[in-house]
T-cell receptor
Framework: NAGVTQTPKFRILKIGQSMTLQCTQD?????MYWYRQDPGMGLKLIYY???????DKGEVPNGYNVSRSTTEDFPLRLELAAPSQTSVYFC?????????????FGPGTRLLVL | DQQVKQNSPSLSVQEGRISILNCDYT??????FLWYKKYPAEGPTFLIS?????DKNEDGRFTVFLNKSAKHLSLHIVPSQPGDSAVYFC?????????FGGGTRLMVKP
């Protein structure tokens, strides 16, 4: 019963480095989301996808890219890491027919950019 | 411009008493409201929700109240238990996208 899994759990990046945050769900959900949570702040939507091959920007997309080649995977790419991207990143998924309450979150990836 | 605000960053309550967490919003297009609970090193988990056409929803010890005219909702936990200690986020839905408040850290003391 894996649900939504994210890797890595924690990563330290140097300014200008790139990395990919991985997200996989095994519930055959159509919707997938990437959020970031800064200290004392709520979750802000970075990108989302309504199905394989379809992605769209959320509230804070600058500095990130996503792809959705399969239903299961929704990786988030940081090309040139900046200190402002230090945050905790959460991936979530939801079925097309499911109510909004059925949005399940992964455990998060803590990213530190120095 | 925060569309969903939780003005109390933290709340401390004695075990057995009532916990009241508050949330204000500005966007009239929000049609559904949710509360999430988050423990450290875990993702948020859904707790309770309410549609904009209702003013109250109850689930066991948890009750959510919605005042549309005031654009305000609150979560009541009665009685509070030490296991309720967590960060609580309110979230509002519009067009299948959620907007989150900043969270309130609830500490329930034994």
């Amino acid at each position: 019963n894996a649900g939504v899994t994210q890797t890595p759990k924690f990563r330290i990046l140097k300014i200008g480095q790139s990395m990919t945050l991985q997200c996989t769900q095994d519930m055959n959900h159509n919707y997938m989301y990437w959020y970031r949570q800064d200290p004392g702040m709520g979750l802000k939507l970075i990108y989302y996808s309504v199905g394989a091959g379809i992605t769209d920007k959320g509230e804070v997309p600058n500095g990130y890219n996503v792809s959705r080649s399969t239903t299961e995977d929704f990786p988030l790419r940081l090309e040139l890491a900046a200190p402002s991207q230090t945050s905790v990143y959460f991936c979530a998924s939801r079925s097309l027919a499911g109510a909004i309450e059925t949005q399940y979150f992964g455990p998060g990836t803590r990213l530190l950019v120095l | 411009d925060q569309q969903v605000k939780q003005n109390s960053p933290s709340l401390s309550v004695q075990e057995g008493r009532i916990s009241i967490l508050n949330c204000d919003y500005t966007n009239s297009m929000f049609d559904y409201f949710l509360w999430y609970k988050k423990y450290p090193a875990e993702g948020p988990t859904f707790l309770i929700s309410i549609s904009s056409i209702k003013d109250k929803n109850e689930d066991g010890r948890f009750t959510v109240f919605l005042n549309k005219s005031a654009k305000h909702l609150s979560l009541h936990i009665v009685p509070s238990q030490p296991g309720d200690s967590a960060v609580y986020f309110c979230a509002a839905n519009a067009g299948n996208m959620l907007t989150f408040g900043g969270g309130t850290r609830l500490m329930v003391k034994p």
